[in-house]
């Protein structure tokens, strides 16, 4: 009887003993790949640093370049910066012409709306580039949504002294500083390098298309060439200041054509307000009441544009 108690407690010795030794392994396996990790993330986070050093914006170009690698076109902006677009080629022959869209605000190339109704219009025999919008920083987008507010009149015989405070806001309004300026030129250096790259595809350029916030820009940018292409807006968001001027910047523009997608009634009043102003070739299609464009929308949009485009003019 004693020596199968002395058997029973070196076995279970040697149970604990294995036990402690597949343990302190464990540990030190864990350590070593913990270290392996931290070893490691020194150069990814480095290369991810100098691919970022080189791109205008960060809303995941380095992602997208990985999810769409045939669709990928770095352009080359005025300052030796580059920005990525995607380049849709068409689906279907004979092709129909190019368009450029713009994304709405924090959206990239090929993220939202401006991804899927890309891929849309593909399949509708047009070649496509579409490109992302930064958004402005918090600093910045408090300037672009100031609403504009007109001038009073001082009373008759007033005091010269300080002005209201609504001309203060006025003249603020009106005059962009220069972190605007440089967002906007920067937007406008990719819709120019966007364009250049359809010209060398020989494509011919037939309209470029903002979605939301992005509707702001593609105006801006048509009203700077001799030949402008047709505009068409998706849910447009117009800042305040944008709004009041776009009458007169499109009559600078010369557009030919002027589409709006819309399921709010502001479109039915930017319509009248452009009737008045004399500006010829705008026409308005109401979709859906009061509701988002969602990514899914994308196919219907497709199709209303496409048809729009190929269509002659019209009211």
Request: proline share 5%; aromatic share 6%; glycine share 10%.
């Amino acid at each position: 009887m004693r020596r199968i108690r002395t058997i029973s407690k070196s076995i279970c010795f040697k149970n604990i003993s294995s036990c402690l030794l597949v343990v302190m392994l464990a540990s030190v396996g864990v350590q070593a790949f913990a270290q392996d990790q931290v070893d490691g993330a020194g150069p990814a986070e480095s290369v991810a640093s100098e691919v970022r050093g080189v791109v205008s914006s960060g809303m995941g170009e380095w992602g997208l370049s990985q999810r769409f690698p045939d669709s990928v076109l770095w352009l080359e902006l005025e300052d030796g910066a580059r920005t990525l677009a995607l380049f849709w080629p068409e689906m279907e022959t004979p092709v129909r012409g190019a368009v450029i869209i713009l994304a709405d605000e924090g959206e990239n190339a090929g993220s939202g709306l401006a991804g899927t109704l890309a891929r849309e219009l593909t399949h509708r025999k047009f070649a496509v580039l579409s490109l992302g919008l930064e958004p402005p920083s918090v600093a910045l987008e408090k300037m672009l949504e100031r609403p504009q507010v007109a001038p009073e009149a001082g009373p008759e015989g007033g005091s010269q002294g300080a002005p209201v405070r609504a001309t203060i806001d006025v003249l603020e309004t009106e005059a962009p500083s220069d972190l605007e300026v440089a967002y906007r030129e920067r937007i406008r250096e990719e819709l120019v390098a966007g364009a250049v790259e359809l010209g060398k595809r020989e494509y011919d350029f037939l309209a470029v298309i903002g979605i939301g916030r992005g509707s702001n820009h593609v105006v801006a940018y048509a009203a700077e060439l001799g030949a402008p292409p047709a505009l068409v807006w998706a849910q447009p968001k117009f800042y305040s200041r944008d709004a009041g001027q776009l009458a007169e910047t499109l009559e600078k523009a010369s557009v030919p054509r002027i589409l709006e997608l819309s399921s709010s009634s502001g479109g039915e009043q930017r319509k009248a307000s452009l009737a008045r102003a004399g500006v010829q070739g705008f026409s308005l299609q109401a979709v859906g009441s009061g509701t988002v464009f969602l990514p899914r929308d994308g196919k219907a949009l497709a199709g209303r544009i496409a048809a729009w485009l190929t269509s002659g003019p019209r009211q």
